[in-house]
């Protein structure tokens, strides 16, 4: 079962916005969480292979990252060892991007996100975290 004190602090973040770059890393926990219960995340973990995603908040100057693969989700502040992609964008990009306000895509076309590495690490970290946050969408339900 998924932290209800996570999702409280989940939803805030929905409703104020993230109030330091740190509060991103909420989601993964939420995300690392998920894939202990949801069977179609912990599927998809366990059918890709290992990916270290670097993640950077451009304007905040602020990196994180996150592994995924064998069925788990890891992430940390800091750069990540050995990244086999770095997505970097500004704090109002990502948040656009995590709330589905903005489409990775077309973030992507614009420059709005620029992807440095393998494209298609990219396309799966985007698409186990749209399953996640699928699968968790009932934790947000009013």
Do not use: C, H
């Not at 990196?63 to 992609?85: A, I, M």
């Not at 704090?91 to 590495?117: F, Q, R």
């Not at 494209?119 to 749209?130: T, V």
């Amino acid at each position: 079962m998924v932290d209800q004190n996570l999702i409280n602090k989940l939803k805030e973040m929905r409703e104020k916005g993230a109030s330091k770059p740190s509060d991103s890393l909420n989601m993964y926990e939420f995300v690392k969480q998920m894939a202990k219960e949801s069977e179609d995340l912990k599927e998809e973990l366990e059918d890709i292979d290992t990916m270290m995603v670097q993640l950077v908040i451009t304007d905040a100057n602020y990196k994180y990252w996150v592994k995924l693969g064998d069925g788990t989700v890891d992430y940390g502040e800091g750069d990540g060892e050995d990244p086999s992609v770095t997505m970097s964008a500004t704090g109002a990009t990502w948040s656009g991007l995590s709330s589905g306000e903005i489409d990775s895509t077309s973030a992507y076309m614009s420059g709005d996100l620029v992807i440095d590495g393998n494209l298609q690490d990219a396309i799966a970290y985007g698409e186990i975290l749209s399953i996640a946050m699928e699968e968790g969408a009932k934790y947000f339900e009013d």
